[in-house]
């Protein structure tokens, strides 16, 4: 038989891309996303332990509010992680890549808690805070420059080049946990001017975590004006889309990546102060514990919109809190409580595709001759 007279049949579905949707809509596809995710953990759960999913969810929600000390750990948890969220979103928002978030804050950590050891004790303590204020922004801006350079100079590979930067940010904090080590051969600096409290950020009366949870709301709010009001934001917006566009109408690419990748750089060295000063009072290589990799996650699922990474910020803190608490009320490894985190975050993160896309059904298949 010809192939002109073979008969094709037309497919039963197609992916369209969607028109713009209200901004209700992407919520309520997302909170449909992570009710199924929850039925889904539900007899995931049965099948594996035997445990009474409703158990398992009451301490999920224990294990984040369970007590007013539970409340603030997250609250102070959900406050850094937002930070580096909002770091790393201009540079994302420019089409930027920046994976180094892990090290710039770590570089930031590394100049606060320098700050601290060498100065501590030898000059007013505010004197010294606002050095470590300084010290963090120009570290973390520093380590977030050296790709921003080469991306503008010379067109690397900004991946790359960020993710390398972690490792490099990783090993220099191990050279100087050595030599600051306390006591010799620990292998750790332990708590910085444990008893001066030289460098520690103050305190708002019996809450420790209030003033790192005050400077990320500001952060928050500066950094929002900053993208959708400011011609910067405006500017890195327009070479995020098309950099011969912005070449055209007058924009300097070049001067946009380093201008966003110092101030990624220093929001980072600020998350690095707040852990360093104003939560561990130490300095080790897993002060950023991963959230730089997060955060990258964080600023995606809240399309680059700082007043949204404050609900998914939550999101993935509840999440991580009351994975733990799954773990030791019910004496199960890490390994489950991690299924149960990743399960929720496959479904939210698919709930995107719906989100941008759709499915259309062809209700008579006709035959094509």
Known sequence: MSSKNSKVREPLFHIA???SLPWYKPWLIRIAAVVIALIVCAVITMFLTHENPISVYV????????T???IWNLLQSLAILLCISLAVTPAFKMRFWNIGAEGQVLVGGLATAACMILLGGKIPNALLILIMIVASMLGGAIWAIIPAFFKAKYN???TLFTLMMNYVGIQLV???VVVWEVPKGSG???IINQSTHDGWLPTIGEYDYLLNIIIVFVITILMHVYLKYSKHGYELSVVGESENTARYIGINVKKVI????LLSGAVCGIAGLLLVGGTNHTITTTTANGRGFTAIMVSWLAQFNPIYMIMTSFLIVFLEKGANEISTVFGLNQSFSDIITGIILFFIIGSEFFINYELKFHHSRKEVK
């Open 17 to 19: 891309k969607r028109d």
């Open 59 to 66: 301490s999920m929600f224990k294990g984040a509010f369970g």
């Open 68 to 70: 007013p000390r539970r």
């Open 156 to 158: 690397t590979n900004e």
């Open 174 to 176: 191990s050279y100087f």
């Open 188 to 190: 750790k600096i332990g």
């Open 258 to 261: 380093m201008r966003t990748m």
